[in-house]
């Protein structure tokens, strides 16, 4: 028997989403301000937007087996909202390593997201979660029709993207973005055909 949300419950969930990730993200900026942060802000503000983007992808991508699984088919209604969360931490993200990074020096930039592997991996996930973020809204939707759903499948390689991007910066301690990958290969093992139908696509492309 699948358990039915009503309207209200829907609508309490998604601002107590909405309260939560606006506060963490907030939050950070704040403790930067007061001081609260260690010895680098900047880093702990940077990694904090990508760790954030990450996870909030991974949940995105966790709803439609947890509806199945608890029954509640109703969770898919919180999915896009936590995928378009996941691409405000990523913005954010981005513009912290452009603020403070390389203070807003766009050659620069360029420069570093072309010569460092780990940042140009980063950079291709964030355009593929822009042009997702850009798509999601209903009359988008319904006008590209089926190609909606193939674009949006995207959401596995920009992840995937994001967990090598996260494992190319780290120097020492890898631990943590393999139990990130080991996650999302779990993640994919149900959605495997429309992983192979999306590569298959990509290479005939």
Known sequence: MSLVLRRHDIVFAK????????????????????DELGGDPVKSITHFTGMGALNLLLVTLSVSPLSKIFK?????????????YSFVYAI?????????????DIIFFFEEVINRPYILVGMTAFLILMILALTSFSFLKRRLGAKW???????????????????WSVKLN????????????????PRRRKVISMVSKLKKS
Request: aromatic share 20%.
């Open 15 to 34: 601002f107590f989403l909405h309260a939560l990730f606006s506060y963490l993200l907030i939050n950070q900026f704040y403790l930067a301000a007061i």
């Open 149 to 167: 759903q193939t674009l949006h499948n995207m959401v596995y390689l920009a992840t995937f993207l994001v967990t090598i991007h996260f494992l």
């Open 92 to 104: 954010t993200h981005i513009l912290c390593f452009l603020f403070f990074e390389v203070q807003f």
């Open 72 to 84: 509640i088919r109703q969770f898919v209604k919180f999915r896009r909202l936590i995928g378009l």
């Open 174 to 189: 890898v631990v943590e973005p393999v139990i990130y990958i080991v996650l999302l290969i779990l993640l994919m093992i």
